[in-house]
Each structure stands twice: as C-alpha cells, then as structure tokens.
C-alpha cells in the first residue's frame, strides 16, 4: 500500500448530487453506473438518470457523491446512506465505483477519504460499509477501519 502522502488529492473534490449540482455531475455519474454494469457483465438501468434525481431529492436518506477531478470530470461516485437513530447517528457506504481505466492511481483512496471527512463534519460517529474487493478493504483499513466478519440476511419479499 503506497503512503498516503504519495495519494493525490490536489484538485479532487466531493459533490453531493442535489438539485443545485450541475447537470454534467448527474450525466457523469450516470456513464460511470453504466461503465459498471458492463464490468459486472449485467445490463445497465434504462432509467439510471430518474434514479438519481429520485435518489437525490429532498428528504431522502440516500447520499450520491460524485468524485469530481481538476477537468471538472465525474471519475468516481459513492452511494452512502445517512441516518440519525435513537442509537446515534450512522453514515453507511453502499457503493463505490472507480472505473477500471484509472483505478491504481489512488482515487478510491481520495473518494473514501473525503467521505469520511464529510461524515465527520456533520458529526456522524461512525461509517459503516460491506465489500468483497480486496482493494476496498485495503483503502479502509489504512484509513483505520477495522474490518469484521458480516452476517447478511436476505429476506426475499417474492417467497
């Protein structure tokens, strides 16, 4: 694992989509679920932009990230969720996506790590996230996470 001053930062910044963001900050999130719909060898949603204008509307839970580069350009994105419970108050990584071409280049690690401040300036106490990419879990524990076994219950509504 490089150093983390040998990670870039300069330049790099996260965007909450919302209704103020930029019209070209949803398009580029949308070609990067698309782009990974076609790594995962699945077909992409037909209605990822309503998606994310659903996603990202007022009251919603849901939190759309856009890593946004010095050219302005969408080069990764994170789906998170935020909650306040009676137990306290939770931000939760549901997704995040590099695309293949500039993975290695330290983007994941600048996208986990500006989630984390974000959360921590509007005092969550904890971020939570499951993964099975072994670069994933490799980003969080250098930004001190410590990663547990998961139990995940699937309840299928159809059975």
């Not at 790594?39 to 992409?44: D, I, L, Y």
């Not at 590099?98 to 106490?125: N, Q, T």
């Amino acid at each position: 694992m490089k150093p983390r001053e040998a990670y870039p930062s300069e330049g790099f910044r996260l965007v909450m989509l919302d209704a103020a963001a930029p019209a070209a900050f949803f398009a580029g999130v949308a070609r990067l679920i698309a782009e990974q719909a076609a790594e995962e060898g699945r077909p992409a949603a037909a209605d990822v932009p309503a998606r994310l204008k659903a996603l990202t509307r007022p009251g919603s839970s849901a939190l759309v990230h856009a890593l946004v580069g010095p050219g302005e350009e969408v080069v990764g994105f994170q789906l998170a969720n935020a909650c306040r419970t009676l137990g306290g108050e939770y931000a939760y990584i549901n997704e995040t996506f590099i695309p293949k071409a500039s993975r290695g280049l330290g983007l994941g690690f600048v996208l986990m790590r500006a989630f984390l401040e974000w959360a921590r300036e509007r005092g969550f106490s904890h971020v939570y996230s499951r993964t099975r990419s072994p670069e994933m879990r490799r980003i969080a524990e250098a930004l001190g996470a410590k990663i547990k076994p998961v139990d995940w219950v699937d309840i299928p509504l159809d059975a």
